[in-house]
């Protein structure tokens, strides 16, 4: 699913570099499309303004005292804004830019105030919270559309190669996607409602952020679209859930249906989760393999590929994005999921009743 690989699901060292503007227009011939003057005046737009971005990003690993990347992290998923063109490597094309490119603009806009917005925090951070200070802020995130909120200490596999952040206390944040727009995947309402939470999750995590600092403490907004961390490992690092065969968190609350983002803080006396009583996904997963047949490009497999960076996925992102691009963002295997069908409780239930018969025949 790319709208999670754009948080990095499968983003790594299968994306090429070295794409030019001349690749490009070979890549939309290809298509059996030219571009038109106005398609390349917004190309060049959002590739700037993605570059930008992308300057600062990488800005972040210069910051002394940040927390960068170690080995085996994973490379971010937009490594070029050049290939932004038709979604060849890049989970976005021109094409969807009528669609959804509100979002995508605020979204980006969102992004680089995060990490402009750096210079508001505290010369001297608070570090320790009050249990009332993080009702109170818990409180004010709900009342901005946070559903559920978890901490973790930051696993620095997750930061992405070339990025860094400043503080190693996270807050994750999931705000849920709308049942009925994911029920009508693929389709444009769909996509729009995708990346109308991404869009609305960024300002709100920017906001969030802002209200820390005037409590005093130190505050990185940690935005969803791109981000700085791959957010799925992050959020099972929190306690929140646990990776399905799709690459997608899976929590009881939302099942799939969730954006995740970050708020990484000065706070180091968090409730830091210590423990994850989702694993038993993993196990759910190997005996269900709805995504895998549902997938209408073929992009999920059964058995783990082992990309160049190392890492594991059941996703082949070659398949996966043409349809992305193509069918308005696709999210059928959200749709599709069976933690989207059916409720969280009553699977584990009947898993967990499954294996004891299980054991039980075997003794
Ligand atoms: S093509 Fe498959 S993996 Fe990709 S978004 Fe659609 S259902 Fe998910
Ligand atoms: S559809 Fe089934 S196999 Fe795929 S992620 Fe959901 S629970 Fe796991």
Not at 42 to 57: A, G, N, T
Not at 131 to 154: C, M
Not at 269 to 282: E, R
Not at 308 to 317: A, D, M, N, Q, V
Request: charge should be positive; hydrophobic fraction near 35%; charged fraction near 20%.
């Amino acid at each position: 699913m790319i709208i999670g690989n754009i948080q990095g699901l499968t983003a790594d060292s299968e994306n090429k570099s070295g794409s030019n503007c001349s690749s490009n227009h070979i890549e939309l011939t290809q298509m059996g499309k030219e571009m038109n003057v106005i398609d390349k005046v917004i190309l060049k737009k959002i590739q700037s303004k993605v570059s930008h971005w992308f300057d600062l990003e990488r800005s972040l690993a210069k910051v002394p005292n940040s927390y960068g990347a170690v080995e085996g992290s994973p490379e971010k998923s937009w490594p070029n804004p050049e290939k932004i063109p038709l979604g060849g490597e890049v989970p976005f094309s021109i094409k969807n830019y009528f669609i959804v490119g509100k979002y995508l603009k605020s979204s980006i806009h969102q992004g680089v105030k995060a990490i402009q917005s750096l210079d508001q925090n505290p010369s001297t951070p608070k570090s320790t919270i009050s249990p009332d200070d993080l009702d109170t802020f818990e409180n004010q995130a709900k009342t901005l559309g946070i559903g559920v909120i978890g901490y973790a200490k930051l696993p620095r596999q997750v930061i992405f190669k070339d990025r860094a952040v400043i503080y190693d206390n996270v807050i994750v944040l999931l705000k849920e996607m709308n049942r009925d727009k994911i029920a009508k995947a693929p389709s444009v309402e769909t996509f729009k409602m995708v990346m109308g939470t991404y869009d609305s999750l960024s300002k709100t995590v920017n906001t969030l952020s802002g209200y820390l600092r005037k409590m005093g403490y130190g505050a990185q907004g940690g935005y969803p679209l791109g981000g700085l961390t791959l957010f799925p490992p992050l959020a099972a690092a929190a306690g929140l859930g646990w990776n399905g065969r799709h690459g997608l968190l899976i929590t009881p609350q939302y099942g799939p249906r969730q954006r995740i983002a970050a708020i990484y803080t000065s706070i180091d006396n968090l409730p830091f989760s210590k423990t994850n009583n989702h694993a038993w996904i993993g196990d759910f997963c190997d005996t269900c393999g709805r995504c895998i047949r549902t997938c209408p490009a073929k992009a999920i497999h059964k058995e783990s590929l082992i990309h160049k960076s190392g890492r594991r996925t059941h996703i082949t992102r070659d398949k996966c994005l043409p349809f992305f691009v193509n069918k308005q963002g696709c999210t059928v295997c959200v749709k599709e999921c069976t933690f989207n069908r059916k409720n969280y409780e009553d699977i584990q239930k009947s898993f967990l009743h499954m294996q004891e018969k299980r054991v039980s025949k075997n003794h």
